[in-house]
C-alpha cells in the first residue's frame, strides 16, 4: 500500500527528500505522516499532513528544518529534510490514516491504517 524511498546517508547540515507512493485508492481521503525510529528509542512522530493538505504538524525537534507535502495526482507524499543532524538518524517510516475532511491531525501511530516499510536516514557527524 506504501512505498518508501529517498533514504541514504548525508553529512551534517545535507538535505534529503523522502517519497512514499500511495498504491491504494482514494489517497485524497488519507491523512499523510512521517514517522521515525532511531535505535533503542521508541518511534516517534516526525509529521503529519491533512488529507487536504492545508494543515501540517511538525515534531518540535524537526520545526523548521523538514517540510511535508503532497501531490495528489502522484499519489505520492514527501518529507523534505533540510539542515540535518545526527540526531535526525533514524528509519524513516510513511503512514496513512483514513479520515474524515475536517479531522485533527493524529500523531499516535497507532491510529494510522498502513505502514510503508521504513527508509533509513544516516546524517554523519
Known amino acids: 500500500q506504501l512505498q518508501a524511498s529517498g533514504g541514504g546517508l548525508v553529512q551534517a547540515g545535507g538535505s534529503l527528500r523522502l517519497s512514499c507512493v500511495f498504491s491504494g485508492h482514494s489517497f485524497s481521503r488519507y491523512a499523510m505522516a512521517w514517522f521515525r525510529q532511531a535505535p533503542g528509542k521508541e518511534r516517534e512522530c516526525v509529521s503529519v499532513?491533512?488529507?487536504?493538505?492545508?494543515?501540517?504538524y511538525y515534531g518540535d525537534s524537526v520545526k523548521g528544518r523538514f517540510t511535508i507535502s503532497r501531490d495528489s495526482a502522484k499519489k505520492t507524499v514527501y518529507l523534505q529534510m533540510n539542515s540535518l543532524k545526527p540526531e535526525d538518524t533514524a528509519v524513516y517510516y510513511c503512514?496513512?490514516?483514513?479520515?474524515?475532511?475536517?479531522?485533527?491531525?493524529?500523531?499516535?501511530?497507532?491510529?494510522?491504517?498502513?505502514w510503508g516499510q521504513g527508509t533509513q536516514v544516516t546524517v554523519s557527524s
Open positions: 499532513l491533512s488529507r487536504s493538505g492545508g494543515d501540517t
Open positions: 503512514a496513512a490514516k483514513s479520515t474524515i475532511l475536517t479531522a485533527p491531525l493524529e500523531i499516535r501511530q497507532s491510529s494510522y491504517d498502513y
